[in-house]
């Protein structure tokens, strides 16, 4: 079975700070990561998958096998990153499995 | 169109009646898929498409949903004597190909939100 973790429902960073929105998966097989991004009154969309290894709008993430994690990280917070953030795993047929989300809130 | 088109937007309706929300995807994309969004929790994969076939249905909740496609495009997800659980955003999905692995991208619809009275 796939299964993906978010710990945290809710993080509030300020502006300026650096921010790391977590996420766990398990799956016994070679998985495919990617984070979603839902900005208020958006539609759900992709941020970047693992297998890029890309920086968008200043996010990374690093695909670590030995723990299972996909954190998604930013240096230097901005106020228009504030959004719902959705770890996802690619695994067996076609379907995406999502984590529950974590809304993050940058402040002024 | 630009992009994955769903209706109605929003829809309230009494418990024990039938809803139908309607999914255009993106013109070509040969896969579709139906995901709930329910408060609180995360996306949940409901049924996926394969032009007008549907390989992996194994998401419906229950036998009061039903979903179809035809002419390859146009989706229709049905749900019959609705309860209030069934409360939730229906997020639509499209893709040029089958799967979500080797760089292929899925791309949402704004979402049908549906609420039971």
């Known amino acids: 079975a796939q299964r993906v973790t978010q710990p945290e429902k809710l993080l509030s960073v300020f502006k300026g700070a650096p921010v790391e929105l977590k996420c766990n998966y398990s799956?016994?097989?070679?998985?495919?990561l990617f984070w979603y991004v839902q900005y208020s009154r958006q539609r759900l969309q992709l941020l970047l998958r693992h297998i890029s290894r890309e920086s968008i709008k200043g996010f990374t993430a690093d695909l670590n096998k030995g723990e299972t994690s996909f954190h998604l990280k930013k240096p230097f917070a901005q106020e228009e990153d504030s959004a719902m953030y959705y770890c996802?795993?690619?695994?067996?047929?076609?379907?995406?499995?999502f984590g529950e989300g974590t809304q993050l809130t940058v402040n002024p | 169109g630009a992009g994955v088109s769903q209706s109605p937007s929003n829809k309230v309706t009494e418990k024990g009646k039938d809803v139908e929300l309607r999914c255009d995807p993106i013109?070509?994309?040969?896969?579709l898929y139906w995901y709930r969004q329910s408060l609180g929790q995360g996306l949940e994969f409901l049924i996926y498409f394969q032009g007008n076939s549907a390989p992996d249905k194994s998401g419906l909740p229950s036998d009061r949903f039903s979903a179809e496609r035809t002419g390859g495009s146009v989706s229709t997800l049905t749900i019959q004597r609705t309860q209030q659980e069934d409360s939730a955003v229906y997020l639509c999905?499209?893709?040029?190909?089958?799967?979500?692995?080797?760089?292929?991208?899925?791309?949402f619809g704004e979402g049908s939100w549906l609420t039971v009275v």
């Open positions: 996802a795993l690619g695994a067996s047929g076609s379907r995406l499995t």
């Open positions: 999905a499209s893709s040029l190909v089958h799967g979500v692995r080797g760089g292929n991208t899925i791309y």
């Open positions: 013109s070509g994309h040969t896969a």
């Open positions: 799956y016994s097989g070679s998985p495919e």
